[in-house]
T-cell receptor
């Protein structure tokens, strides 16, 4: 079983729609990171959240870290085809060990 | 410095052959990580170095796998007697650890290994 469960596994939406993807765990993390990965490339860091309840915004992307630091969500407003990719969350335990979820594969159709 | 680089980007080999991959991290980063990613999964941790010292190895890293970072800069990952199950994307990442606390990891583009 994965330490981090991401849902949904796949998501296909039309351009302009809003969406939320989730990252859940029973473990507490010292920090949590969100990455986007495109086919044939390595993951690219989007954001790091550290404090329980923290909300960070990156243009149309809003990231939230749960109060208990066990879960996180990523909300995208007015999705665009350029948002297409694999969204990965990764939790850091003990300041050294980073574990990834299996990802949400997002497709935004024009 | 343009980020983490990995070579080769693609490697096709026959079962039983040995392969070696190279990772060049961001120059000032003292930590270097190796991950493996199979289709439909997130990256799985294999091992990491702080400078030249290999500090942790995953149980996924069988005896056929060995990693080195001899001068604390670039690293190599060797797989001996490859098996079809070794087919995956091998990702390298680097970070700057201050005291014992890690910062953000930056990933390279990966090496895609196909074992026939």
């Amino acid at each position: 079983t994965q330490l981090l469960e991401q849902s949904p596994q796949f998501l296909s939406i039309q351009e302009g729609e809003n969406l939320t993807v989730y990252c859940n765990s029973s473990s507490v993390f010292s920090s949590l990171q969100w990455y986007r990965q495109e086919p044939g490339e390595g993951p690219v860091l989007l954001v790091t959240v550290v404090t329980g309840g923290e909300v960070k915004k990156l243009k149309r992307l809003t990231f939230q870290f749960g109060d208990a630091r066990k879960d996180s969500s990523l909300h995208i407003t007015a999705a665009q085809p350029g948002d297409t990719g694999l969204y990965l969350c990764a939790g850091v335990v003990n300041n050294n060990d980073m574990r990834f979820g299996a990802g949400t594969r997002l497709t935004v159709k024009p | 410095d343009t980020g983490v680089s990995q070579n080769p980007r693609h490697k096709i080999t026959k079962r039983g052959q040995n392969v070696t991959f190279r990772c060049d991290p961001i120059s000032e980063h003292n930590r270097l990580y190796w991950y493996r990613q199979t289709l439909g999964q997130g990256p799985e941790f294999l091992t990491y170095f702080q400078n030249e010292a290999q500090l942790e190895k995953s149980r996924l890293l069988s005896d056929r796998f060995s990693a080195e970072r001899p001068k604390g800069s670039f690293s190599t990952l060797e797989i001996q007697r490859t098996e079809q199950g070794d087919s995956a994307m091998y990702l390298c990442a680097s970070s700057l650890a201050i005291l014992h606390f890690d910062t953000e990891q930056f990933f390279g583009p990966g090496t895609r290994l196909t074992v026939l």
